[in-house]
């Protein structure tokens, strides 16, 4: 009996000591903060890193916002991103694989180019707003300049 209660002890203990632990977040990028180096690849499995020349990097969070940007995105056309210095990431970090085996597919219809994020050390930082997909505007060092939540419903000005 006496080994029962050290054991429960033992449980409530590391309970309390872990949970300030999980309950901490990631600090969120922040407007003058350096963007992270992006090293994956695209939904046809081709290697991307993040360039010099990149200006802005918009983020999809959730499955239903990054439908509705990948309908905009096409109708904007397949140079749309390029021509701004663009570039479009999916979150697919937590997609179980059945769910890949169907999304991907889909993904590599479209002609614009949609980098997979598959990695929650790269997402935890971003900022996000529900429904909503994040603009990071950096500079010519990834230097945050600017940080905006887009409603993939309306017009986008990347300028």
């Not at 180096?37 to 990054?66: C, P, R, W």
């Not at 397949?78 to 179980?96: E, H, R, S, T």
């Amino acid at each position: 009996m006496k080994n029962i209660n050290k054991i429960h002890f033992l449980i409530i203990y590391l309970q309390i000591l872990l949970v300030p632990l999980v309950c901490v977040d990631a600090k969120k990028l922040e407007v003058g903060d350096t963007f992270p180096k992006i090293n994956s690849i695209d939904q046809h499995e081709v290697a991307f890193a993040l360039s010099a020349k990149t200006n802005y990097v918009l983020i999809s969070f959730d499955m239903s916002t990054g439908k509705i940007a990948n309908q905009y995105l096409t109708k904007k056309g397949q140079q749309f991103l390029d021509k701004n210095n663009a570039i479009f990431m999916a979150n697919i970090y937590g997609m179980p694989w059945i769910g890949r085996v169907f999304a991907l597919p889909k993904m590599r219809k479209y002609k614009h180019r949609i980098i997979l994020a598959d990695d929650v050390d790269l997402l935890n930082p971003m900022p996000q707003e529900k429904g909503k997909i994040t603009i990071f505007k950096l500079d010519d060092k990834h230097k945050i300049k600017n940080i905006e939540y887009w409603d993939a419903k309306t017009e986008i000005d990347l300028k």
